[in-house]
């Protein structure tokens, strides 16, 4: 009983000890993101233009689809803040409705990618033979510039948001898989990950235990930077009018509109524009934020 | 006076600048070097061994570095040299070889360039020249047939090759001082053997001072005449190399002379440990550095700091408590 | 280096819209889009060639000095670096002569990467510019579903990215004689 | 200090271990072989210390690693407990792995950064389904204690350790199944001179304790001289000569071992001894030399040594050499 007794004790105030532990490292972790220039700037404006986005109803006086036929091509006003475009539609609504097509494409193919190439990735690291057929087949895919790729998938399949997210993931998930696997390949090397087999571990412990949590800074430097390049490529697509179909906003099909009468309306390029900028720039910012804070041997190569 | 000693260090104090504050990596580390004698410089990872040859040839980064003191070669400050005149020195007077022949060779240039460069940069030869003198250098450290290896390129040599190039390229201007740092650390025994062998007989040849930067004791014992010990960025112990090993003073000394297992000790025994680690540079210890560690340590060791003192002519030690480790030592 | 990433976040077709927006518009310096052949005279071709270029440049640029600044960082902190200092030899010479040529074996291999993401480049840079080139043929066959001219041009551009990967590769053989092959 | 070991039972026999890793051209056609082991027999007993030594490259760590299969031997066999457990197949091992555990050389990369150490010492166990978590847990901080660290440092990761604490753990590690024979690759040479005399003597402390065999592979001879109870030399993948310390120190016959030990250095400056220093490198394990592997470098090569490899031959009690010299 006695024995019991000391064990429980024991284990109480070990996991007091692991408690304060880990409220230090906590504490600890948040002091040096706050220090670090890059993650605070980039947060902080994906946080406003998501805020934005996510209450354009309120902060909207116009729907983003009526047209007055009496108002076109208006200059920046205290009622238009934007001005108003060929067709009299209001560009603020606009820019602030196409934010929300942008950070919803943005993310559900930052998510899907990195779901789908944290398995092909850990996978062909581990299997050789996988490998050798996953990889020609990302080869493959990745000898097309990614905007043409993409081009021509939405050629196949038409222009409708799902389908950007659909060609997008197309796109992106082979780079990711390569971010992973070389990560991963590295972890394999190491030898902890020797130790566990000498133990008889099994491939899924391995794989998921003890590679997979090492990977992940890898993962999310890269995401972020997936989430900006699927940003752009929606833009781009939806300027070449293979994306998100008119009449729904869009960046990119705003941006489509002011070319015709840029000459009349320079609203209708610089708007849409610096929020597409603004956004990509402070997601890149906060991936290399998060790769100098989460890899220390970068913090010479970036500042 | 300085005219009989090639190199003298005093008081030399490196401070490096980190995110986390000044670090001072090496503090008041005084020695000679006599042209003709091997100094051995010896202690653990993180005693500072590195950071003073850099700091000789000035090599760490300028900007987060500060030297203090003086570092008399020839009788001429190199740390108030500008840097022109310091290169001049480097490669040419004084040259070094680092621990890792496998990465201190440039990757995408011959053997025979990167020997070359060095004669054509400090003895204005011409290139055909330069590549003659750089073959001689070659057959000189043993390599065999050096006209085919001249144009080999590093990957394409093992190991020993390599840091015979890199003597090669230390000795090619016939300098007066060659520091070594953990030259045969990255090699095998036998290898070192042979690299230990070659650099006594350059030696010899060429009447140059060596310092020689190692962990190895027993490379101390083979090759040096005398020998710094260094712990947490101090000299604690300066003395001839044989009574280093007959009567150590410090009692860090001895504690690592007894802690490595000899060829010819006893296997009966368990062996001797010092217990506990080398405390980080950012939490140098109050008092005498290796006080926390040691067995003889006092409430004088915690709280103050004890300097390098003359024992006799042959021996200085940083202890307080020397003389009574010395009368132990002698009535046992 | 807010240069280099900024360079990389702004997409190509807004660059070239806001280059337009500044250089014909306000400033009128040059024509807003389309295209003169040469035989309309050079200097006039090249002016409607300027932005279009520049726009598409820009951005390689900025993602060659950011791979540039980051690989001459890693090799700088090499130990053959310490060694040709140790030599006495210049900095200018160490960074020229000993650095450059091993970081620019992953500059190449960017380079590579980048000519794919120029021809892209160069498909939506056609559209904004209005230049009847390869991009605007492709843009034009997607919107009327013209499969067989889509194939044609698709593989015709992943042919000549894989090509330039071939000619990558073997430059790789040049600069770093580690990689040739049979020497000997 | 030196415990006898049981010199009858033989636990753990290695005959004729091969193990040659195919070089494949760009077709994927295997061109020819890295022989990084090429035949290597010996025995290990009952509480025993078995040294390995040799130079880098000589097969001693793929050696340790064929062993525990963490790459499949080319040939051989391995009898442990009179089966042939090369032939097991990987569940049947499995029950083998708790016996056979292994030490890593390098202290920085042999423990999970991302894992508390509790879990890692914990981690064998789960595999091999010991005991309830809350037992697992208790024995972990038991190993803890007995390898000189606190029990409440079981929440702490890798990085909050030194070199020498980390390789405690990675002790801690394999003695938590209680296995029988510990693989010990290069344990202690990654370490400073004075840590290093702290894992040695644990290494000897917990052998007197729980009565493994070890078998240590190592470069450093007078680490292995001070810890084995008998030595084997090996050279391009060949064990050369196999003899107990003491013969072996007193009176290495082959050329290479009497080569090796006057290279030491020796920490006593007043010793002047005379070293045979042999010239050259080590041939490449692709293209190994005809006849006696040694031959090429060896300063008593004869006509013979070039043609005829020699075989391990029994030249006293507990002493065999590979050497045509004493046949």
């Not at chain 1, 491939?203 to 949590?213: F, K, Q, S, T, V």
């Not at chain 2, 190692?214 to 005449?225: F, R, S």
Request: hydrophobic share 45%.
């Amino acid at each position: 009983m006695n024995t019991i007794n000391e064990v429980i004790i024991k284990s109480d105030t070990l996991s007091q000890n692991k408690k304060e532990l880990s409220i230090e490292r906590r504490a600890l972790f948040i002091r040096r993101v706050l220090a670090n220039k890059m993650i605070v700037t980039g947060g902080v404006i994906l946080f406003f233009i998501s805020l934005i986005a996510l209450f354009a109803p309120v902060i909207t006086q116009f729907s983003p689809y009526e047209l007055e036929s009496t108002n076109r091509l208006k200059a920046p006003s205290a009622t238009h803040w934007f001005g108003t475009d060929n067709f009299g539609r209001d560009i603020f609504s606009r820019v602030v409705y196409g934010a929300r097509v942008s950070l919803v494409i943005g993310i559900s193919v930052a998510l899907i990618t990195a779901v789908i190439g944290l398995f092909l990735g850990l996978y062909s690291a581990y299997y050789r033979k996988l490998d050798h057929v996953l990889m020609r087949f990302a080869d493959g895919l990745m000898a097309f510039p990614s905007i043409l790729l993409a081009i021509a998938i939405m050629a196949v399949m038409g222009p409708k948001a799902i389908n950007v997210v659909i060609a997008l993931v197309i796109v992106e998930s082979p780079v990711v898989a390569r971010v992973v696997r070389s990560a991963a390949l590295v972890i394999k090397e190491q030898t902890y990950i020797e130790a566990m087999k000498a133990q008889g571990a099994s491939a899924w412990r391995i794989i998921w235990g003890h590679i997979a949590p090492n990977i992940l800074p890898s993962l999310i430097v890269q995401i972020t930077y997936v989430f900006s390049v699927s940003m752009i490529i929606e833009a781009a697509l939806s300027f070449l009018g293979a994306g998100i179909p008119a009449p729904s906003p869009s960046w990119g099909n705003i941006l489509f509109d002011g070319k015709s009468v840029i000459y009349s309306a320079w609203w209708m390029t610089v708007f849409p524009g610096a929020f597409l900028l603004l956004a990509v720039l402070s997601s890149n910012l906060l991936g290399d934020g998060i790769r100098d804070l989460l890899d220390p041997h970068s913090n010479k190569a970036n500042k | 006076m300085s005219s009989t000693h090639l190199l003298e260090v005093n008081n030399l104090k490196t401070t490096f600048s980190t995110e986390k504050g000044p670090i001072t990596a090496v503090d008041d580390v005084t020695f000679i070097v006599k042209a003709g004698e091997v100094l051995g410089i010896v202690g653990e990872s993180g005693c500072g061994k590195s950071v003073t040859s850099e700091s000789i040839m000035r090599l760490l980064n300028e900007r987060s570095t500060k030297y203090e003191g003086e570092v008399l070669f020839e009788g001429e400050n190199l740390l108030h040299l500008d840097n022109k005149e310091m290169r001049n020195i480097r490669g040419n007077k004084v040259s070094m070889i680092f621990q890792d022949p496998m990465t201190s060779l440039n990757p995408s240039q011959t053997i025979g360039h990167q020997i070359a460069e060095v004669i054509i940069l400090h003895q204005k030869l011409k290139r055909k020249e330069a590549y003659k003198r750089a073959e001689e250098m070659l057959r000189l450290t043993g390599i065999p047939s050096p006209e085919k290896r001249i144009h080999e390129y590093p990957h394409e040599i093992s190991g020993g090759m390599r840091q015979r190039v890199l003597i090669a390229i230390a000795l090619a201007c016939k300098p007066n001082l060659l520091i070594a740092d953990e030259p045969t650390t990255a090699l095998d025994v036998t290898i070192q053997a042979q690299i230990l062998d070659l650099i006594n007989d350059l030696r010899d040849e060429m009447n140059m001072g060596v310092i020689m930067i190692t962990h190895d004791l027993g490379v101390v014992a083979e090759v040096c005449q005398r020998v710094v010990v260094m712990y947490l960025g101090q000299v604690i112990e300066e003395s001839d190399v044989e009574e280093l090993f007959s009567r150590p003073l410090h009692p860090y000394t001895r504690g690592l002379l007894q802690s490595i297992p000899q060829l010819d000790g006893d296997r009966s025994q368990k062996l001797h440990v010092i217990e506990g680690i080398v405390p980080s540079l950012y939490e140098v210890p109050k008092g005498c550095r290796f006080a926390p560690r040691c067995s003889f340590a006092d409430e004088l060791c915690l709280s103050e700091s004890p300097t390098l003192e003359n024992v006799n002519k042959n021996q200085k030690v940083r202890c307080w408590h020397y003389e009574k480790i010395m009368q132990k030592e002698l009535s046992c | 280096m807010v240069f280099a990433l900024l360079g990389i976040s702004v997409p190509s077709f807004l660059l070239g819209l806001l280059l337009m927006l500044l250089f014909s518009v306000n400033l009128g310096w040059l024509p807003v889009a389309g295209y003169k052949p040469l035989s309309a005279g050079l200097l006039i071709h090249l002016k409607f060639l300027l932005l279009p270029a520049i726009t598409l440049g820009a951005i390689q640029a900025a993602l060659i000095a950011r791979m540039t600044r980051s690989s001459m960082l890693d090799i700088l902190s090499m130990n053959y670096i310490k060694t040709a200092h140790a030599k006495g030899v210049k900095e200018r010479t160490v960074v020229y002569k000993h650095a450059l040529r091993n970081a620019f074996i992953p500059i190449l291999t960017v380079m590579g990467q980048t000519f794919g993401t120029l021809i892209a480049g160069a498909i939506v840079v056609e559209v904004v510019f209005n230049i009847p080139g390869i991009g605007q043929l492709i843009i034009n066959s997607v919107s009327r579903r013209d499969y067989a001219v889509i194939q044609g041009t698709v593989l015709l551009i992943a042919v000549s990215y894989v090509f330039v990967n071939l000619i990558v590769d073997l430059l790789y053989g040049v600069i770093d004689p580690r990689i040739r092959l049979n020497r000997k | 200090m030196l415990q006898p070991y049981e010199k009858e039972k033989p636990l753990l026999q290695i005959k004729g271990l091969q193990k040659y890793f195919p070089i494949n051209n760009s077709f994927g056609k295997t061109v020819s072989h890295v022989k990084a082991v090429n035949n290597v027999t010996f025995e290990l007993y009952e509480k025993e210390t078995l040294g390995i030594v040799g130079e880098s490259g000589c097969g001693k760590s793929t050696m340790g690693r064929t062993i525990l299969r963490l790459t499949e031997p080319t040939a051989g066999e391995a009898l442990y407990k009179g089966q042939n457990i090369f032939k097991f197949d990987d569940k049947k091992f499995l029950s083998v792995r708790k016996d056979l555990q292994m030490v890593f050389q390098d202290p920085h990369s042999s423990l999970n950064p991302k894992k508390r150490i509790g879990f890692s010492i914990e981690e064998p166990m789960k595999i091999q389904n010991i005991g309830t978590k809350n037992e697992r847990t208790e024995i972990a901080m038991d190993l803890l204690n007995k390898v000189g660290l606190r029990a409440d440092q079981y929440y702490r990761y890798p990085h909050e350790f030194s070199g020498g604490q980390r390789q405690r753990i990675g002790l801690a590690r394999a003695m938590a199944v209680n296995p029988k024979i510990i693989i010990c690759d290069e344990p202690v040479s990654a370490l400073d001179v004075s840590i290093q005399s702290q894992v040695i003597n644990l290494l000897q402390e917990l052998q007197e304790e729980f009565k493994q065999s070890y078998l240590f592979i190592a470069h450093d001879l007078s680490v292995v001289r001070h810890i084995a109870h008998r030595i084997g030399v090996m050279y391009l993948g060949n064990i050369v000569e196999l003899a107990t310390t003491d013969e072996l120190f007193k009176n290495p016959l082959h050329p290479y071992s009497q080569a090796l030990l006057s290279a030491v250095p020796i920490p006593n400056p007043t010793v002047k001894k005379t070293r045979i220093i042999i010239n050259g490198d080590v041939p490449s394990p692709t293209n190994l030399p005809s006849g006696c592997v040694f031959h090429t470098r060896c300063p008593h090569a004869m006509d013979r040594c070039k043609v005829e490899v020699p075989q391990l031959t029994k030249v006293a009690p507990g002493h065999t050499v590979a050497c045509h010299l004493y046949e």
